[in-house]
């Protein structure tokens, strides 16, 4: 926990400095009060991509009004254990399609279009399986300063609920969580991010919503107009277990035009209860 506030202060010296710096971000290209969903921003207008994947820590930028915006993940494979207990799930096509409704606010949702759980016992050479259509979330993302690229910091909130839609690969009940994500552009292609999360779980064993929270840091450097990289440190916290589980998160993406970006990566566990994930997916703007 002293590392993840060492992070959070370091990132606010950053946004001292950068506000202090002569060199600016240029001015958003068009005034987005004009636009709405009716009224959708001209193709030739359109601000940067800025999706919330590939890593924990998420944009506080949405989607131009009146456009669509679709993050996929292709495949993801998470390796979990718990005790004596050991966890295999994957996914394939996590659709999260976004419609941008006015000049800060979007609208999106969370659509695991099919997941695989498998555990067992660590004495136990047999696997218990469930697999089939997840829990659909509804999310709504607005910003509160930044998301015209006029200001070197951007701030938003991502509020959303997770609905028991998969049965058996689902959770099993209704979970709720609010986000709040900060970007700083350092300037010379280099941005800071980081953000906190706080949700209310779902247990199907005990029928009870538990706490969890989830703060992370994030920098990002696009080394030219195709390649970027981001490293991520994240910490999680829930009532369900004891002390705080780490990983360093990796990830390259490639730009392959202004609305199509291609991305995979890894989740790195720094201790024994932590997730160990690998992934692939892509963005698609128009």
């Excluded at 009060?33 to 944009?59: C, I, K, M, W």
């Excluded at 993302?141 to 910091?153: I, S, T, Y």
């Excluded at 953000?195 to 840091?217: A, I, N």
Aim: a negative charge; proline letters at 6%.
């Amino acid at each position: 926990m002293a590392r993840v506030l060492l992070l959070l202060l370091a990132l606010l010296g950053a946004v001292a400095a950068r506000a202090q710096s002569p060199d600016r971000p240029k001015t958003c290209p068009y005034d987005s009060a004009h636009f709405d969903l009716f009224h959708p921003v001209p193709r030739n207008q359109l601000r940067e991509l800025r999706p919330d994947r590939p890593g924990v820590t998420e944009s506080p930028f949405t989607v131009d009004a009146g456009h669509f915006q679709l993050e996929v993940d292709g495949f993801r494979l998470i390796n979990r254990r718990e005790d004596n207990q050991r966890e295999r799930e994957w996914h394939a096509a996590y659709l999260m399609p976004k419609l941008g409704l006015s000049r800060r606010t979007d609208l999106q949702l969370e659509i695991p279009v099919f997941a695989t759980q498998k555990q067992r016992q660590s004495d136990d050479p047999n696997w218990e399986r469930q697999r089939g259509f997840g829990d659909v979330a509804v999310r709504l993302k607005h910003n509160f300063l930044g998301d015209d690229e006029e200001c070197p910091v951007a701030l938003a909130a991502v509020g959303w609920v997770r609905l028991p839609t998969g049965g058996l690969a689902g959770a099993g009940g209704a979970e709720y969580g609010l986000i709040v994500p900060v970007d700083v552009n350092l300037g010379h292609h280099w941005d800071a991010e980081g953000q906190v999360e706080t949700k209310l779980c779902y247990d199907r064993e005990t029928r009870g919503h538990y706490l969890g929270v989830v703060p992370s840091v994030a920098l990002e450097h696009d080394f030219n107009d195709l390649f970027s990289f981001m490293v991520e440190g994240v910490a999680r916290w829930d009532a369900q277990h004891s002390g705080w589980r780490n990983s360093v998160n990796v990830a390259p993406m490639f730009n392959l035009n202004d609305n199509l970006q291609v991305d995979f990566g890894a989740h790195f566990a720094l201790n024994r209860e932590t997730d160990r994930e690998f992934f692939v997916g892509f963005t698609f703007r128009r």
